[in-house]
Structure formats: C-alpha cells, structure tokens
C-alpha cells in the first residue's frame, strides 16, 4: 500500500504539534489537521488566557496592599474591553508561532476537520482523502453541559474568553480546579461570584487539608462558595410566569440540544437545592470535560474507547488497532498539557526512532491557579495513610508580606512522609507562587528524597517556603 503521510496527526494541540514536528524532523512525511485555531485547548482556551486571567484578576489586591504598605495607588475600575483586546492579541501571535514551528519542521497543515475513514485511511471536511502508514489521535477534550434543562444558557469556560462584557453578577457551577480558578479570577475583577458544588468540599482529589484552607480563603475573599448545593431549575427570568413558576417545563427542556429562540437572552433565574432562588448574568458550567472522539470514526477501526469516550491506548498510546496511536486529554489518563507534550515525545521515540518508551505518570507535579494557589505533588495525606503508615509535618502561619498590613491571608506548608523509609511521599503548598514552589518541590519529591535530606538543606529567609526544611516534629502521625 502506498501513503500519502508516514504520520498524520489529527488534532493541533500541544501534543499533536509536538509529536508532528520530532517525527518530520526524523525524516517522516507528516501531516496535520486541525478543524478550528492551532494550538488547542492550552494555547487557546485553557492554560495560556486563563494563566493571563489570573495575573489581571490579582492587581486589585495588590493594589490594596499597596495602599497599605504607603504607596499612593487607586485600583479604579477594570477595562475588560482593553485586557480582552491585549488578550487576542496575544493568541493570534502564540497560533502564529505554532503554525511557523510546523512550517519549518516540514509538516503539512491542513485547516480541516479529518475522521478515520479505515486503519489507514483519514478523510477531510475539504473532500481530501489521505493515506497513513500511522494516524495519531490528539484532539483532546471539550467541557461537558450538566444535562440538564435549559444548561443551553449558560457558558462554559471556553466562552469565558469571549464575553462582550463582564457579568456584574455569575454563578459558577462545579468544584473542580477550572470552576474554582475562574471563580477566584473574576471575583479579583470586581464580578459578584456564586460558587454551587454538589459535594461537601471542592477540589475533590486533592490533600484535604491544603483544599480546605483554599475554600476558606475564597470564602474571605469574597467568592459566596455554597457546597451540597446544586441547581435544580434554571430558565431565562424574562420566561418566568406571573407567579415566579418556570412555566412549561418539558418545553424548555426541549431546547436543551439546541439553542435559545433568536433574541432570547437576558437575566437567568435559578433554583438551587437548598431552595432559595437567584438571578444571575451569566451562568458557567465547570461540570467536567470529555474526551473529543465523538465523530471522529474510530468506529470504523478496531480502537476501543472507554465510558466516558475516552481512547483506550497501552503503555505506548497504542491502541487496538496497531497503525492508530492516542495520546493527551483524549486519553483521559493524565489530563495535563506538558504530560501530552511527553506522551508525544515517548510516541515519536517509539514509532519512529525504534526505542519503545513508556511515559512515566507518577509524581507528576500540579498547580491550581485559585488565589492562593495551590501546587502539590506525590500522594495526599488521606491516600498515604491508606498505603502505609506515615507522620506528617505541616504548618500554616500568616506570611510575612500580608501579615504586616494585618491582613488575614494564610498559607500552608506540608509534607507527607513514609515512616518505613522517610521518604517525602507527598508535598502540598497554598501559598501565592505555590505552582512555581511545587515545581522546584518536585524534583526532590521525584528523586525519592528523605525528610532526613529535606532538613539538610539550609532555609532561605525570609520565605514562606523555607518552612518545607524547618518542620522538625510531626504535627500527626497515622
């Protein structure tokens, strides 16, 4: 059989443009589609805007710490006009970078959707049919609408961006890092957040004790978090009949998979479950995320997808179907932009350079960019006791900088150590600048160090971090 491509690459992410550009810089033919702006969920409607989100949401603080430290500064009003101009800007020149990298790595570009047609086979929304010896998967994932009525009107984080205006009032529904970063960032310009979680805390998975102590501080900062709590109905004020009822039910539920009537917009009512009733300008969903395979004619092979739509791949991202290889959020193993970027490294080693690699998904260190942050790595304390027993060293104090002008901020400080072998199985930090600590924490964490070799090393004071090499006595040990 005869191809057109040694590789063709459908989806134009982190991971798909990675593995793309070491393959054709290999000597393989490449090729590549993506249906929508290069550079995908990270670039585009994730990580990087959000990430410049964060950094605009954190003067108005700052700015009052300023005041207090005897600076003369006046935060004023946030322009989301400016930053959101400044902001597409900036996409448009990171999308331009990733389609030079993968001119002059030689890889073709087709600006197109592209579904598995056979093994081999992939076939183009532009008519084009193409032959591969190897197809990989990279598409990535997508947010997920709760299903419920009318969730049609409400947005969800790949909308955020794009918003005309600011809400003066939203309600965030979810818990998970995207509901809770986005919560934090528009509450720091000036939106008034409502914050409904199902269950009794947010950020579920991670050390419960550092996820506490973020909840706390949303709370002071002025997000109105409510956990158990979800909604129950949800319609445009404006459908609302003359007694405050949502009328015809089963109608606007009808309208679920489609779209609001032309000129239907305006306030949204909600009903929460713990019975109270609110109107908002804007309601988002962070309700979880899906695997994008739907369409995608996988079908049409012997690859497998999971529960959740997810492309069930081995050890090397290699699927059922042994010409037809997964890797990123499409996965749904390790949902991370650097650890796709890894996967399509590992796959170019594999397939290409004849040195089959396995991608290493323990101890990889994580940020969630809520204010304040919070980086861990390794295991929580809840899953460590379940493994082996442990002491855990913590500490959280009020850092110097805010403590000064009596502020109420609190940070934490805490490891999680192996009794058996005093390794550090697990560290968590909330803390601002927790994701640039983590990052540092994590090659010690990686590298299997003691708590022993963590206290040899000399503090740097005054940090906050330097309580990681100062903690000398369990607070607990289980």
């Not at 269950?199 to 997000?223: N, P, T, W, Y």
């Not at 032309?262 to 995320?289: E, H, L």
Request: proline share 4%; net charge negative; aromatic share 6%.
């Amino acid at each position: 059989m005869s191809f057109d491509y040694d590789l063709f690459v459908i989806g134009g992410g982190s991971g798909g443009v990675r593995a793309a550009r070491v393959a054709a810089s290999e000597g393989a033919k490449v090729g590549l589609a993506e249906e929508d702006r290069m550079g995908g969920t990270c670039v585009i409607r994730g990580c990087v805007p959000k990430k410049l989100m964060v950094f605009a949401s954190s003067y108005r603080d700052a700015m009052a710490e300023a005041q207090d430290y005897g600076w003369t500064v006046h935060a004023g009003s946030f322009e989301w006009s400016k930053f959101q101009t400044r902001l597409e800007g900036e996409l448009d020149r990171l999308e331009g970078i990733y389609r030079k990298l993968l001119d002059n790595s030689g890889v073709t570009i087709h600006d197109a959707r592209a579904e598995i047609a056979d093994p081999h086979t992939v076939r183009l929304s532009t008519g084009e049919t193409l032959k591969a010896k190897h197809i990989l998967v990279a598409t990535g994932g997508r947010p997920a609408l709760p299903g419920i009525a009318n969730d049609h009107l409400g947005i969800t984080s790949n909308d955020i961006f794009h918003l005309p205006e600011l809400p003066k009032r939203i309600l965030i529904v979810g818990g998970g890092f995207i509901a809770c970063e986005f919560a934090c960032i528009l509450n720091g310009m000036g939106v008034e957040v409502t914050q409904f979680y199902r269950g009794a805390q947010i950020l579920r998975g991670f050390d419960d004790e550092a996820r506490g102590l973020v909840s706390d501080m949303m709370c002071k900062k002025g997000v109105n978090l409510h956990l158990g709590t979800n909604i129950v109905e949800m319609c445009l004020e404006a459908d609302l009949d003359e007694n405050g009822m949502v009328p015809n039910t089963e109608l606007l539920a009808g309208e679920v998979q489609g779209k609001a009537a032309p000129g239907k917009s305006g306030p949204i009512w909600v009903k929460a479950s713990n019975g109270t009733t609110q109107v908002f300008d804007q309601v988002m969903f962070a309700t979880g995320r899906n695997p994008n395979t739907e369409g995608l004619g996988l079908d049409n092979t012997a690859a497998e997808l999971g529960r959740r739509g997810e492309v069930i791949v081995d050890d090397y991202s290699q699927t059922k179907q042994p010409s037809i290889f997964a890797i990123g959020d499409v996965t749904n193993r390790v949902n991370l932009t650097p650890v796709a970027i890894r996967e399509g490294m590992a796959f170019v080693e594999t397939v290409f350079k004849g040195n089959p690699t396995k991608v290493d998904h323990e101890l990889i260190p994580s940020a969630v960019f809520t204010q304040p942050e919070l980086g861990t790595v390794g295991m929580t304390e809840e899953k460590a006791r379940e493994q082996e027993p442990i002491d855990v060293y913590a500490t959280s104090f009020k850092p110097m900088q805010q403590s000064f002008i009596g502020r109420e901020d609190r940070v934490l400080m805490k490891l999680v150590v192996s009794k058996e072998t005093d390794r550090v199985l697990g560290c968590h930090i909330v803390a601002p600048a927790a994701g640039e600590m983590i990052q540092l924490a994590g090659i010690a964490v990686k590298m299997g160090a003691t708590k022993a070799q963590f206290d040899q090393v000399c503090a740097v004071h005054p940090t906050m971090s330097e309580e990681l090499v100062t903690m000398k006595t369990p607070v607990r040990s289980a």
